[in-house]
C-alpha cells in the first residue's frame, strides 16, 4: 500500500508512521512537511491513503485537499484528514470537502489507523460504484 503522509510536524509524522508500520509492514510511506510538496507528489503518484494535517505552516489542509479532489484521475486515493483540533465542526468540514475519514492526533495508535484505513479504502470504492452508476450511459437513458 502507498501512503502519502502530509504534516509539518516531524513528531506527528513518527507516531502515525509508527501506527501504519503496526499495521502494515509493507507500506511505502512518502512523507512531505508543505502543502505545495503534497500536491507536487499527490499529481506524480498513485497513493492508496493520504494522511493530511488539518493545519499545515504553508496552507490550511482543507485547500490542500480540495486541490487534490480537483484531479479525477486521483478519486481513487482515500484521504484521512487529520488534527489536534477536537471542534467537531474540523472535522464536518474536512468530511463535506472530500475526506473519507477523519482522525484527531490524539487518537492515533495502530487500531485508529486500522480502522482508518480500512473504512475510507471501503468509502473510495463506494464513491466509485456511485459514480459509475451515475455516469453509465443506461441510467442516463433512464433520467
Known amino acids: ?10 513528531v506527528d509524522r513518527e507516531v502515525l508512521i509508527r501506527g501504519i508500520r503496526k499495521h502494515d509492514l509493507s507500506s511505502n510511506i512518502v512523507e512531505v512537511v508543505s502543502a ?7 499529481k506524480q ?7 493530511l494535517d488539518y493545519q499545515l505552516a504553508s496552507a490550511c489542509g482543507i ?10 484521475q486521483k478519486k481513487s486515493s482515500a484521504i ?9 465542526a474540523v472535522a464536518i468540514k474536512a468530511i463535506r470537502s472530500g475526506a473519507q475519514d477523519f482522525i484527531l492526533k490524539s487518537e492515533i495508535n495502530a487500531a485508529g489507523l486500522r480502522r482508518c ?5 471501503a468509502r473510495v470504492e463506494l464513491e466509485d ?10 441510467l442516463a437513458a433512464i433520467n
Open 117 to 121: 484505513i480500512t473504512h475510507s479504502k
Open 36 to 42: 505545495e510538496d503534497a500536491l507536487t507528489v499527490f
Open 80 to 88: 484521512i484528514m487529520m488534527s489536534g483540533s477536537e471542534v467537531e
Open 45 to 51: 503518484h498513485h497513493f492508496d491513503v493520504v494522511f
Open 129 to 138: 460504484e456511485i459514480f459509475d452508476l451515475k455516469a453509465s450511459p443506461r
Open 63 to 72: 485547500e490542500v485537499l480540495r486541490n487534490m479532489r480537483e484531479h479525477p
Open 1 to 10: 500500500m502507498d501512503i502519502l503522509l502530509v504534516d509539518d510536524d516531524r
